[in-house]
């Protein structure tokens, strides 16, 4: 399945002139089958070729973000991976909804060191 291109153009929409990102390069990149949005050189979010959006979050941030949103740990090769999520397209039809995960990963990979 191909990524979804409304949703990657959703995506590009908040990060192309993201004040937030602090002069950090966003660069976009077909990964895993989607379309991945890079600061800094770190993948930050990804309109996934599953479907929905995969999110980079701080690993600190991960329990609460599971319980308390309809997020789910991002899987590979039948292993979770940490600091990663995964939210389904239904969690992302408003603008607001998108905002806050895309916002969420952009500022999380804007805190790494660039590459």
């Not at 930050?44 to 979050?57: E, F, N, Y």
């Not at 600190?60 to 949103?69: H, I, K, N, P, W």
Request: hydrophobic residues 40%.
């Amino acid at each position: 399945m191909a990524y979804d291109e409304v949703l990657a153009a959703r995506i590009r929409d908040l990060v192309t002139g993201e004040e937030t990102l602090d002069g950090h390069e966003v660069t976009e990149k077909k990964m895993f089958g989607g379309l991945g949005f890079l600061v800094g050189g770190h993948l930050a979010v990804a309109a996934s070729g599953q479907g929905g959006l995969m999110v980079r979050i701080d690993p600190a941030d991960s329990e609460d973000l599971l319980t308390s949103t309809s997020a789910r740990p991002m899987e590979m090769r039948g292993r979770e991976m940490s600091g990663w999520l995964r939210v389904d397209d239904a969690d992302l039809r408003d603008e607001a909804g998108l905002a806050s995960w895309v916002t969420r990963g952009t500022a999380y990979a804007a805190s790494l060191p660039a590459k």
